[in-house]
């Protein structure tokens, strides 16, 4: 097989951050009052912030901050910031400094003020660097995300039998690939799908701890390095690329491309067999068990009902000439984008003809029907997800010693353990091994007794729809309860996971 590279052009939310100020609190933009302060405790969408960079060199950068409606943080003349569009071509331009300790300043480049805050206000009146003009940058991307070696042309990979983590995936098709990137206290913790943390001893322990704790250095991009605050940094060593701590990188080992976990899932005909590529590039429903030839990447804009797989050859799914399907298409070809369709879970394909995919009597995988039947419908399910992180509009699901029933505007979120039932249903069990249950008020509690069915569907790479087994959509609300009670898909019934 020829070596691909999965890695392409950063997507604009992994040039996202949120900037924590002296005090711990964030840089958040009020739209209604056309303010920027830094009082919120948390990472919302008023707290992130996009780094555009218009020239970067060594440890510096001339930048832009645009919040996600658009707007740019400016500063005037006065030393006040404001939110809205630059006048000129250098208005909203910052000097963007990264030091040592991983903290950011930012130097208007007008008048050479450093952004500060005082606790609440944010402004721009010193020339003279202090404390009080240093910001920790968040990464705003989704917990759950792989760690991509640009020098190795690698994914990490936890190694449970092991208790290691190797930098040895070519292609990130594995949950092993899939971490979740918790940050408490200023600190990083790594924890692998198996839920283990990375250690400063290079090894996976079972709980996190100051040992589990690493600093994060971010540049604009979504390249991040992790060090131990004392000199040693996270990088691959020895010839099995073993991830540990060192002190002497070499051509910027150290540094990782942080990305959203991507989707992959497995297709499987109404005979039970899964599609799989077989002789390099056919595609046929052949296989009664899972292999890495039976996984496709699903990739998916949330703009349209378009959908784009991708097997682990590298290329994607694409039809030919006699309607056949093949695993040969490019990324932009047009023949490689399908219409989807859902049905209770299981997936209808059609291709840019308007027929859909089916199997033939020969397994192989043609675009014929003109109307879908049995063989057009595929069950579907995750192959590289044990577990779901939902993050909706106001924060992420999760549960509070506060309150009994399940949030959805958490700043740490918990995991949803799956147990898959049927194609495209799923059982939702909590981190304590309860299931979720559903009160006559479409609320969820994390501790029911018996398992209840969810249906999942998706609609982006990284988007899905929960049915609940009340017959609703899950929904985020803006109380922070967690409810199932909309008929329709909303923008509150979307959940990055």
Not at 122 to 146: D, E, G, K, Q
Not at 353 to 363: A, M, P, Y
């Amino acid at each position: 097989m020829e070596e691909v590279e999965w890695t392409g052009r950063p997507k604009p939310e992994e040039l996202r951050v949120g900037l924590i100020s002296w005090a711990g609190s964030y840089l958040t933009f009020e739209a209604y009052k056309n303010t920027v302060t830094a009082t919120a405790k948390g990472l919302g969408r008023k707290q992130t912030w996009e780094i555009l960079v218009s020239n970067e060199h060594d440890a510096q950068a001339v930048v832009r901050l645009r919040g996600l409606q658009g707007l740019y943080l400016l500063c005037e003349a006065d030393g006040s910031l404001c939110y809205g569009r630059p006048r000129t071509s250098h208005h909203g331009c910052f000097l963007l400094r990264f030091h040592r300790n991983g903290k950011w300043t930012l130097q208007c480049i007008i008048s050479g003020r450093y952004l500060e805050s005082d606790g609440e206000d944010v402004f721009c009146n010193s020339r003279v660097l202090s404390a009080y003009h240093m910001w920790t940058p968040r990464p705003a991307l989704h917990v759950h995300v792989i760690l991509y070696s640009p020098v190795n042309h690698c994914y990490a990979r936890a190694d449970p039998t092991m208790g290691r983590v190797w930098v040895d995936a070519p292609v990130p098709c594995l949950e092993e690939c899939g971490f979740l990137l918790h940050f408490q206290d200023g600190c990083y913790h790594l924890e692998t799908s198996a839920h283990f943390f990375l250690s400063h001893l290079d090894r996976l322990v079972p709980q996190p701890s100051t040992q589990t704790a690493f600093h994060m250095q971010v540049r604009p991009g979504g390249l991040v390095a992790l060090s131990d605050g004392e000199g040693g940094m996270l990088y691959p060593q020895g010839t099995r690329l073993l991830l540990g701590l060192g002190s002497k990188p070499h051509r910027g080992e150290e540094w990782f491309i942080l990305q959203r976990c991507p989707t992959w899932v497995s297709l499987r005909s109404k005979t039970r067999k899964f599609l799989s590529i077989i002789y390099d590039v056919e595609v046929c429903a052949a296989s009664e068990h899972i292999t890495p030839m039976s996984l496709f990447q699903f990739e998916c804009d949330d703009e349209s009902p378009t959908l784009q797989l991708r097997a682990a050859n590298g290329c994607y799914l694409a039809q030919r000439r006699h309607r056949t399907v093949v695993a040969n298409g490019h990324p932009m070809e047009a023949d490689t984008f399908f219409r989807v369709h859902w049905n209770c879970g299981r997936i209808i394909l059609q291709s840019p003809n308007g027929r859909f995919l089916g199997i033939i009597d020969n397994g192989l995988l043609m675009a014929n029907a003109t109307i879908p039947g049995p063989n057009e419908e595929f069950g579907i399910r995750l192959a590289n997800r044990p577990f779901l992180v939902l993050r909706g509009r106001y924060g992420y699901v999760g549960t509070s010693s506060e309150h009994d029933l399940m949030k959805c505007n958490m700043d740490q979120p918990d995991c949803i353990h799956l147990l898959p039932c049927r194609q495209g249903i799923y059982h939702f069990q909590a981190q304590g091994g309860a299931f979720w249950s559903i009160t006559s008020f479409g609320t969820f509690r994390p501790w029911g007794k018996f398992a209840l069915n969810f249906c999942i569907e998706l609609h982006g790479s990284n988007l899905l729809t929960v049915l609940a087994p009340n017959g609703f959509y899950m929904r985020s609300d803006r109380s922070g309860t967690l409810l199932a009670d909309s008929e329709e898909i909303t923008k509150e019934c979307i959940w990055e996971f």
